[in-house]
């Protein structure tokens, strides 16, 4: 009966954060510090890197 009600409670858990991921993450970035290394992390995997980098410096705009 144990198991069951700590399953049943992780699966509400998980549910909601599912449910308000955006909200929740944006509550979290809205820190300085956060958002500081959340950007550090992220640029020192080379797949997001080699994606987003040529994608914001070589734009090119037509006139």
Do not use: C, D, E, G
């Not at 909601?16 to 550090?40: D, P």
């Not at 640029?43 to 070589?58: E, S």
């Amino acid at each position: 009966m144990r198991i069951l009600i700590w399953f049943v409670s992780l699966l509400a858990i998980i549910s909601v954060v599912f449910k308000w991921r955006y909200k929740i993450l944006n509550a979290l970035l809205a820190f300085s510090f956060l958002r500081r290394i959340t950007v550090a992390l992220t640029m020192n995997m080379p797949t997001i890197r080699n994606k987003l980098l040529p994608n914001l410096f070589n734009s090119q705009s037509q006139i």
